[in-house]
């Protein structure tokens, strides 16, 4: 954009009477030019499911007028569905960050001023619970006020179709084309008075935790075991200052979870999430309390949830009384491999049960379905892709969905939800490790080396570089142009099977010069598949300037696993090196 336009852009933001005095102080106190040009050179994107930014004032900030501009062309898109569209309305959660519930409201208020009935959580609530909310109410959308697991300075909006999954890709752009329509920034807002005197706000929670509760409890396979047994249990969990407190504690606590202890620093909701550096469960650093108070309790299992629950990282404590950490790819796996194994023992596994993981994910996944007979589907990265098939087995009756995960840990059993679920996958976990525990006198990472025993020994890892602002997305665009250009016969002494470029739907199989088409929506990443199993991919973030390359690593034992990972990561990294930068 010219420099001409940022400067008008802020010229607008800075003396227009409709934002208000706050956001004008703000940006008339900024001296750095750079920082002035990185706030007003684009409009913050609205990507596939929704969008998430760094807090503050300017165009490519997250703040109530970009809210109510995205509203907005969300509320034009409801109302192209027709009047029922907007007499069922959407249902908006909001999580414990800075501003959340603020942005929450100012939603409702633009859909309100447009017609749309809304109806708002009257407390925070994780997101798993806003995707079951949207097909309990039969709304026709969903909006959820989150940034999920990044660092406090950030916040996001996430919308959510009438099937409860994620806005699908043409959704999407419709919403997108509906907010480039707009002429300037100036949205209407109902007075929150009239709105709720009107009945276009709605306050509603408890009928909706109840259900949800419910759900998550059918899901679970030995209820009697838990009565009886789950005392045995102890378990130690923190919500990292999100919203998982609550309903983490009350499903452990209501199915019999009485051993439970909940990390009392981080218990209560914290928009600065003051004692972590970042609340993500899949940051060993995230555990450090957590640990500490599982070492003092000799906790047999140690759980985190991120700040809107859709998240769970995973510690348990091996025979010599060490813990050992789980990445989402082995939590993914030992829950996949539970679920199925019990299933078949309790002869309730279906000729077409159905696990749907990502591209992203370990191919152990795929190995431990086919040793069980199950079908086995790859999607792109992101939940909603999972919530698409599961939504098409539904409609089109060719499998029936029983599990699903991506390597970012998260985790969905059940067609409750079309969104990953950490408070489903707390209560499942805690099952199967007290049915392990109690049934066949074993630990968690037992359970897990008994896995690679039976299906192969798998190391995955993954490497996210950030790359800010204007002249990281021009670097981005660099290093996928260059990978797509590189002709490479193995990657770390790893031969290549297959490459996979999914912006263009090929397989390219070069042993045998054959392409094939990739029957999955067209999406910037590119894959290399190793003869044997595991792979490396590059796929840069559609949420936050970062670039991410995944890592599968396939071998005959757990001891060379390392060794064959750094050559990989290695040879990869060095090939990008020089555009990546220093």
């Known amino acids: 954009m010219p420099q001409v336009s940022i400067n008008e852009r802020f010229k607008l933001w800075t003396e227009s009477q409709y934002f208000d005095r706050e956001t004008r102080e703000e940006l008339l106190g900024l001296k750095d030019q750079k920082e002035i040009e990185d706030r007003f050179y684009t409009d913050l994107e609205f990507g596939t499911g929704g969008m998430r930014g760094i807090l503050g004032a300017g165009t490519n900030r997250m703040n109530k007028y970009v809210i109510r501009k995205v509203t907005q062309g969300l509320a034009d898109t409801v109302k192209g569905q027709g009047g029922d569209a907007c ?219 991120d700040p809107d629950a859709d998240r769970l990282g995973l510690y348990a404590r091996q025979e010599n009384g060490k813990y050992r950490r789980f990445t989402g790819n082995e939590i993914g796996v030992l829950l996949e491999y539970y679920l199925l194994s019990q299933k078949k023992q309790m002869g309730e596994l279906k000729a077409d049960a159905t696990v749907v993981k990502t591209v992203a994910s370990t191919d152990l996944g795929d190995a431990v379905a086919e040793g069980f007979g199950a079908k086995i589907v790859n999607v792109l990265v992101g939940f909603k892709y999972i919530g698409e098939q599961i939504k098409e087995m539904e409609e089109k009756g060719w499998g029936t969905y029983l599990f699903g995960f991506e390597e970012s840990y998260g985790y969905l059993a059940g067609i409750y939800a079309r969104d990953k679920d950490a408070v489903l996958a707390s209560a499942l976990l805690s099952e199967a490790a007290l049915y392990y525990r109690e049934k066949e006198n074993k630990t968690l990472p037992a359970v897990m080396e008994e896995i690679f025993g039976l299906y192969g020994f798998y190391k995955d890892d993954q490497i996210a570089v950030s790359l800010q602002g204007k002249e990281g997305k021009e670097q981005i665009a660099r290093i996928m142009d260059h990978l797509r250009k590189a002709n490479f016969d193995n990657i770390g002494e790893q031969h290549i099977r297959s490459i996979e470029d999914y912006l263009i739907s090929r397989r390219y199989v070069p042993e045998e010069n054959r392409e094939e088409p990739i029957d999955l929506p067209k999406e910037n990443v590119l894959r290399f598949s190793f003869s044997g199993g595991g792979f490396v991919m590059a796929r840069p973030s559609g949420t936050e300037p970062k670039i991410r390359f995944y890592f599968c690593i396939r071998g005959d034992s757990s001891a060379d696993l390392d060794n064959r990972m750094e050559k990989v990561q290695k040879d990869f990294i060095g090939s990008i090196q020089e555009l990546i930068g220093s």
């Not at 480039?180 to 935790?209: C, H, M, P, T």
């Not at 972590?276 to 640990?291: I, M, R």
């Open 87 to 305: 007499e069922r309305g959407v249902v908006i959660a909001f999580d414990s960050r800075l501003y959340s519930a603020e942005f929450a409201l100012e939603t409702a208020l633009v859909l309100a001023a447009n017609g749309i009935k809304a109806y708002l959580f009257d407390y925070l609530r994780p997101t798993p619970e806003l995707s079951f909310a949207v097909r309990f109410l039969h709304t026709v959308a969903g909006v959820n006020i989150t940034a999920s697991h990044n660092p406090k300075e950030y916040n996001g909006y996430k919308v959510y179709w009438e099937d409860g999954g994620q806005i699908p890709p043409h959704k999407a752009k419709v919403i997108v084309e509906n907010i480039s329509r707009q002429k300037g920034w100036e949205i209407a807002v109902l007075a929150q008075e009239e709105a709720e005197r009107l009945g276009l706000v709605l306050r509603v929670g408890e009928e909706i935790d109840h259900a949800y509760y419910t759900e998550i409890k059918m899901q679970l396979l030995f209820p009697e075991l838990i009565r009886e047994k789950g005392k045995n249990l102890k378990i130690v969990y923190t919500p990292l200052h999100g919203t998982g407190g609550r309903p983490v504690q009350k499903i452990l606590e209501d199915t019999g979870f009485s051993s439970l202890f909940i990390v009392p620093e981080q218990e209560k909701p914290d928009c600065n999430f003051t004692t972590v550096k970042s609340p993500n469960p899949e940051d060993s650093c995230a555990f450090q309390l957590a640990l500490r108070y599982a070492e003092q309790k000799q906790a047999d299992i140690v759980l985190a949830t």
